[in-house]
């Protein structure tokens, strides 16, 4: 039987292109062009494909799975998130749509815990000192930041991720709060608080996490009316997507003083920055960086295999189907 062509976005880690041309008539995208933001020209190589192996960032929006030829029987995303594939448009179209989860929960939650000591640490700022030789050394009053030991941490979505962030957490002495669609079985909680309204959730994170999906439901979710209601010099973290969070009013209250400091591993438009965060000493800055590690991104990729192998070698359900 002739191996199914399967579309590959982007470059993948090298075990992932090696099961991928091993088992499919795979088209790789070798120099790591990013030519997937481009709909039209996602199209045009999808062209006799069975499968498409992308990832977060890539354009398949509405009119570009209209677009698709009818030859293309899933998207395989090699990523958790969703929010840049249009899921009913892939629906209407019979194109059915998997996703990597559980894989990258440990390594994301350790981005946010590295965020969260960054901001609290001032370690970004820290850093830019001694590289600009600007450190005369050794000061009591110097770049003094906060701990993290009793201090309450907000899980803004308690799911996997937020459930890893929790435990590494209390490693740090730090009481959890969250803030779910609903309550978690006592064995997930493990004595984490659980809020059933915003305000309450917010006036009690002095550090806030935030792990929700992108999307129109969440859009600026942290605005400046809920960043109000955080405690006065409150921390605010973002692993997430940065559709989340309203980056003027985040900024503005970092100006303010009304929050201490942010840490920020995805944007809003990415990638982009806005500009108003460049100027600011206070806020830590990573390049989406959550699940990049190498026994993740081969995890990751394996997963979207399994996928594509369960659809397109198979027949069967992908054991990870988003819809
Ligand atoms: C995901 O999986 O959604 C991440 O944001 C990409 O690493």
Redesign the pocket.
Known sequence: MAKPALLLTRKFPEAVEARATRDYAARLNADDALWAGDGAELVRRADGAAGILC??GDRLDAATIAALPDSVKIIAT????TDHIDLKAAAARGILVA??PDV?SVA?AEIAMLLILMAARRAGEAERMVRAKAWEGWAPTQLIGVTLEKKRLGILGMGRIGRALAEMARGFGMEIHYRNRSRLEPALEQGAAFHEDDDSFLAASDFLSMHIPGGEATRRWLNAARIALLPKGAIVVNTG?GTTVDDDALIAALKSGHLRAAGLD?YDGEPRVHEGYFGLENVALLP?L???TVETRDA?GFRALDNLDAVLRRGEAPPHRVS
């Open positions: 990832a977060a090699f990523s958790v998130g996703n990597t990258l994301t997507r995805v989406h959550g699940s990049a990751m």
